[in-house]
Structures are given as C-alpha cells and as structure tokens.
C-alpha cells in the first residue's frame, strides 16, 4: 500500500462498513484494516493488512478463525486472499466464526522475526486489529471472542507464541511445519514449563515427512522436540505426518477442518462472552507417537506421554486416513448451487457453498439436462486435490480468484432451453442439480 498520513486505517472490502460505536453490522461480508510499520519501541516493524470475513447473517460472532500464513514475500502476499477461502468459511460460517487472514507486508529481505514473534508487535497489532474490526462492523464481541489458530511455518512459530501467551482466549491451534520456541526450563536440566492453561488447549503439529531429511530437517527436529516436551506434561497434542509432502501444505485442510470442527464443537461456550469450555476428555482418541491405530483413551494400552492426541471417533478415523494416504475419503455428495440466475445477455450466475468434508472442486453446467461444460475446465491442483479456487503452496487461493458466472451458447434460432448447475466436491462426487432456469 501507498504510505499514508496517518498510522492506521480501516477500509471496507466490498462495501464501506459504517464507523462509530453503536453502528449495526454491516452489510459487508468482507472488511480490511491496514496498519503501516511503526519505529517506536516493541511496535511492529513491518505493515500489515487484515482481511475479515463474517457470514452473511450472522448476529452474534462466538469466535475468529485465523489463518495466519508463513515467511517470505510470497507466503505473506498468499495470505491475502486466506478470508476468501470457501473451505474454511464453511468451517467459520457452520460456528458463527469470523475468518481472519493476515497478510504482513514483508519483503525477501525484511526479518521474519519482526512479525511472527507476536512480542516485536504483531500480538499487540492483532489485539489492535480485532478492537477496530469490532466497532466499525457493528460486532463489539469480535474484540473478545476466542480464536482457532491455523498457523503454516514461521505462522505456525506465530501461533504457538500466542498459545503460550493468551491460553485462556484460543479454542485450538494447528501447527503446520513450526512450532513455538519453548520457554526456558526452570531448572538446568528439566524438561521445559508451560503455562498450566496451555496444557489444556488442543494442539495438532502437522508435519511433511519429507521435512525430515530435505533442508527443513532443523525444522522437524524442534517440532518433535516441542511436541514431546508438551506432551509430557499431559497437554493435549497431536501428531498427522504427511506422507506426501514437504514444507508445502498439501491436502491438510481435509483433516484440519474437521479437527478444528471437532475441537470448536467441546470448546466454545453457549453464552458468548463466557470462558471457554473445558474438555472432559471422556471421547478423546490415542494413538501410538510411533504409529498405529487410534484407539479410545480408556482403553489405550500405551504410554500416553507417548501418544497422539485426537479429540474424538471422527477425527481418529480421518487422522488414520490422512497419515496413510496424505488425504480424507468423503462419500458424501456436496451441497447443490442455488440462487441461479440467467440474465438477458446469456450470463448464468450462481452462489455456491464449500462442501465440508471435501470442498469445491467445481461445477458443471447443464442444458435441458445434458453436460455442456465445466469450471473450471482445466482443473489443476500442483500442490493437493484440485479445487475450484486453485490452491497455492500456502493453502490459500491463488488469485485472480475465479468468479462463478458462465456465459451460455447462443441458442439457435427458435430454440429454447433450460440450464441447471451442479457441484463437484474434491473427491468427484457431484451433488442434485439446481432447478432448471429457462433461457430469456
């Protein structure tokens, strides 16, 4: 962004939002505070913009779901587009959540350390940014309302630091490739302190097994090392080892999201403003840190030190499958289109929801009940299942982000037809098709 006069400033992604405290929620889904670099002490050096998604409809948010994005200039300019991702507002919009993504203005030669150790001004800015997204939406909840945290590399090291530092306010944390630096053990030779609400915060480190042996190996030793230390003091960690990848994310949202559906669901209070729930741990899931089959916590044999922590029946099932296939099977089909729409001109436009298991890969187009075509008609998807918003190395879309519209054949003189969509969710499944809509 252009340097501006004055610190900071809020503008509205689609529709300007109305300031002033008392406003009723806005009618913008879509909302973006930028903050520009600050030279004074423990501020943060580099700039940064939020982009906040809220459900359409929603009256009262119960939580911020963040997804914060990695080091370097391409991962931070990815994490521009994080609240546009269907997939994960269909997680925000199934609790009421708000959709956070960060997209701090690094540069390749800028530090990384500025921005993901929340103590040089990041924490302080993301405290900052909910305040001001909680008066100008019309939402003063958002200021206090509990996060999930998705966190991919130097986002992981970001959000391991704000588990460590705000325990009582997070619902739970993902930790892809990165963890926190652990806090200095309180004796020579101990193993290292945590905050005791720490301990009780669900936490899933999610590694690429070839991190192991490539030029993150240093990575995947310090996650092991915080993973072990954690669990050995009885917190509620898990480990999913992808067997496809490296540092890049692959298809790990197919198990984050039901994870974090899983741990939203024991979590978030039903009053909002109350604390957090805590988790009985009567349905949790173990499995072996070595590897094996999950089996439920009473009845795991093993040294539960030495285990993987999943929060219940559905998420040790699709945690079975993630760790052997690097995926999740959905036998479901997704959810139909609707509000399909035919101009005078030809355009067919339409409104379409992620399906939650899968996602949205794309849709075909039908006419008088015959395929014509599909979107996208060259599905490409380098780094996981192909999806109708294609999917960057940072588990964010990649832009230009695809619009859902068509334009139909021109029909033949004295002909007329009728046009239906269906969508196709990541593992082919195509769901009914939307009410056929007659040419005009």
């Known amino acids: 962004m252009k340097p501006m006069q004055t610190l900071c400033i809020l503008l509205a992604g689609l529709l300007q939002a109305t300031a002033g405290a008392g406003a009723p929620p806005s009618a913008s889904a879509y909302h973006e505070w930028s903050c520009e670099p600050s030279g004074a002490a423990g501020g943060l050096k580099l700039g940064v913009t939020y982009t906040l998604w809220i459900p359409p409809g929603v009256k009262t948010i119960r939580g911020v779901v963040v997804h914060q994005h990695g080091c370097g200039e391409p991962a931070c300019k990815a994490g521009a587009t994080a609240a546009y991702d269907l997939h994960w507002q269909a997680l925000a919009r199934k609790w009421d959540c708000a959709l956070l993504g960060p997209s701090y203005h690094q540069r390749e030669q800028d530090d990384c350390a500025w921005w993901c150790d929340p103590a040089q001004g990041s924490g302080k800015t993301f405290l900052r940014a909910l305040a001001e997204f909680a008066v100008r939406t019309g939402h003063p909840e958002l200021e206090q309302a509990p996060w999930a945290l998705w966190g991919h590399s130097g986002g992981a090291n970001w959000a391991g630091h704000m588990l460590l530092t705000h325990p009582q306010r997070i619902v739970a944390v993902w930790l892809r490739s990165g963890s926190p630096r652990l806090i200095p053990a309180p004796a020579q030779g101990a193993a290292p302190g945590f905050p005791p609400a720490a301990l009780a915060v669900p936490v899933m480190c999610n590694l690429g097994i070839k991190e192991k042996t490539d030029r993150f190996a240093s990575l995947w030793a310090s996650t092991f090392a915080f993973l072990q230390d954690f669990r050995a003091q009885g917190a509620l960690v898990g480990l999913a080892l992808d067997p496809r990848t490296s540092h890049e994310c692959g298809d790990s949202r197919y198990l984050a999201i039901p994870w974090f559906d899983a741990c939203l669901a024991q979590r978030l209070p039903g009053q909002p403003g109350a604390p957090l729930r805590s988790l009985s741990g009567a349905g949790a899931w173990l499995a072996p840190l070595a590897g094996g089959s999950p089996q439920p916590a009473p009845a795991f044999t093993g040294d ?23 995926a999740t099977p959905d036998p479901t089909p997704p959810p139909p289109p609707g509000n399909v729409r035919l101009s005078a001109g030809g355009e067919l436009t339409w409104e379409a929801e992620a399906d939650f298991e899968s996602g949205l890969a794309g849709f075909i187009i039908e006419r008088d009940g015959t395929e014509i075509a599909r979107l996208p008609e060259h599905p490409a998807g380098p780094f996981g299942r192909p999806l109708f918003q294609k999917m960057s190395y940072h588990d964010t879309p990649e832009k230009p982000l695809p619009a859902m519209r068509f334009k139909v054949p021109a029909a033949a003189p004295g002909a007329t037809h009728q046009y239906a969509l269906r969508a196709v969710n990541s593992c082919g499944l195509k769901s009914t098709p939307t009410q056929a809509v007659p040419a005009p």
Request: glycine letters at 4%.
């Open 304 to 326: 539960p030190a030495q285990s993987v922590w999943l929060p219940n029946a559905a998420v040790a099932k699709a945690w079975s499958e993630y760790v052997q296939t690097g």
